[in-house]
């Protein structure tokens, strides 16, 4: 039994040394795996790309090396293959922010695939041969034979001509990025490999082309800011007229008289302009400052005063405002308002014809008014428009006002508005608006000091027509 042990041991560390050769002679899944690497940004995408492209072409085997750099006007990706035993074969292409096709990787790793299958070297094209000369056959020579000598001996053919030289092969053209298949850039050694008549033609710049086409459509579909203002933004001009109805009430109260007037019920017409001639001449954003000027005038207004000899005196009630403006831009697209900034000298005046009384004496306000408008329009032919206005007195007249002092800032005061607007046809269009204005302060006496307290109510409607161009 010990004999049987001894034999028995060297037999099997034999057959485990014949196992383990036999196991480092197959070749290892692990080993013979392509290995990847990339570097740059989105290498990662390019790598899956190839990753499917080079399973597509059965290439599991060797390295591959993806090194992506920026450029203008496109990136350009480095694509390096080794097979195992053989020569590197690069592979230059410029896409556009790196984005590498399908069939770009395609193309490339079929051609790894020829590479592979030619032992580490792509299959060279078949270069044109030139024709050789024919050969002089040796059983005809050009002479006829000697007649026979005593001894014969066989005739020797004459020496075959020499062949000339074949002729050079011109070079490959040099890679140009942008070409077809052949014009590629994938080289190995110094001479590029002839395209396979099984592998599609890839064009990139056929590719750039329709993209290019595609982003071209695409601007000319999206509006430009210039063509998306509203009407109003590019308007040079904006005009209106109408008609409406006011009413007006003042009190001048002081300690030993006052003066009290109400108008009641009048009508009134106005005209209103806007000009803006810097359209004319830039479309920058100081193009939309312009010019604003407004005038409202009583109509039929006349007054009954119990002192006065005749029945009703004609009065007249008018107001002016005229300053700048300057519209802030909204686009077609936007739903939010537009606020238009203006600021300027508003003025209202009262005064009453051929009263030798002077029971009610004449009246002129002149103020500085700075305010905004706010406007929302929700169709074209509907919006709704609001305004407000801070007004501070600079300047008033009046005989009743003399003997107190009138410096400015004495009397303040607001303006607020609103109603609707909109276009009809073309630039024509209308305008429906409702104010009011008031002015408050205490005005003291030069000489005593007594007070004067003035107030000044003003309520009106107006229904325009509107005209922009």
């Known amino acids: 039994m010990h004999r049987h042990r001894t034999v028995a041991l060297p037999i099997c560390r034999l057959l485990a040394a014949a196992a383990l050769g036999a196991l480092l002679a197959l070749p290892s899944p692990s080993l013979a795996a392509l290995r990847v690497s990339q570097r740059g940004p989105r290498a990662g995408t390019v ?15 060797g390295r591959l090396g993806i090194h992506v750099r920026r450029g203008r006007p496109a990136w350009i990706v480095t694509v390096r293959y080794t097979p195992p035993g053989g020569r590197p074969v690069v592979q230059v292409i410029r896409a556009r922010h790196g984005r590498v096709s399908y069939a770009q990787a395609l193309t490339i790793a079929r051609r790894a695939a020829a590479a592979l299958r030619g032992g580490g070297r792509p299959r060279p094209g078949k270069p044109n041969k030139p024709e050789k000369p024919d050969k ?12 026979p000598a005593p001894t014969p001996r066989p005739a020797q053919p004459p020496p075959a001509a020499p062949q000339p030289a074949p002729a050079p092969q011109p070079s490959p053209p040099p890679a140009s990025p942008g070409g077809g298949d052949d014009d590629l850039g994938f080289e190995v050694g110094k001479q590029a490999p002839k395209r396979p008549d099984d592998i599609p033609v890839y064009r990139p710049h056929a590719e750039r082309a329709e993209r290019a086409e595609i982003e071209r459509a695409e601007v000319r579909k999206r509006p430009s800011a210039r063509a998306g203002r509203m009407p109003r933004d590019r308007a040079v001009a904006r005009l209106g007229a109408g008609v409406g109805m006011a009413w ?22 106005s005209i209103e302009g806007e000009l803006f001639p810097l359209q004319l001449l830039t479309a920058s954003a100081i193009a939309r400052l312009g010019v604003r000027l407004s005038y409202a005038q009583s109509a039929g207004l006349s007054t009954e005063l119990e002192d006065s000899e ?17 519209l802030l831009p909204r686009f077609r697209d936007s739903r939010l308002p537009r606020f238009d900034l203006r600021a300027g000298i508003a003025h209202t005046g009262f005064s009453v014809d051929d009263n ?11 103020a500085f008014a700075a305010g905004a408008t706010i406007t929302v329009m929700f169709k074209r032919y509907l919006g709704v428009e609001l305004g407000a206005e801070y007004r501070v007195l600079l300047r008033v007249r009046s005989d009743f006002m003399a003997p107190y002092e009138t410096r400015p800032g004495g009397l303040q005061g607001f303006n607020v508005t609103g109603g609707l607007r909109g276009r009809v046809v073309g630039g024509l269009g209308y305008r429906a608006t409702m104010g009011a204005e008031r002015f408050v302060g205490d005005l003291p ?7 004067l307290k003035v107030r000044d109510w003003t309520v009106c409607a107006d229904l325009a027509l509107t005209y922009e161009m």
């Open 248 to 269: 007006r009430r003042f009190l001048l109260d002081a300690q030993t008289a006052a003066m009290n007037y109400e108008s009641g019920l009048f009508s009134q017409l």
């Open 47 to 61: 790598a899956v790309r190839f990753r499917q492209a080079f399973a597509a072409a059965k290439v599991r085997s």
């Open 445 to 451: 006496a030069l000489d005593t000091g007594a007070v």
């Open 356 to 366: 030798p009384a002077a029971t009610v004496q004449d009246l002129s306000l002149t």
């Open 136 to 147: 002089p056959e040796p059983d005809e020579p050009d002479q006829p034979a000697a007649p």
């Open 310 to 326: 005749a029945d009703s005196l004609s009065t007249s009630i008018a107001r002016i405002w005229a300053g700048l403006v300057y």
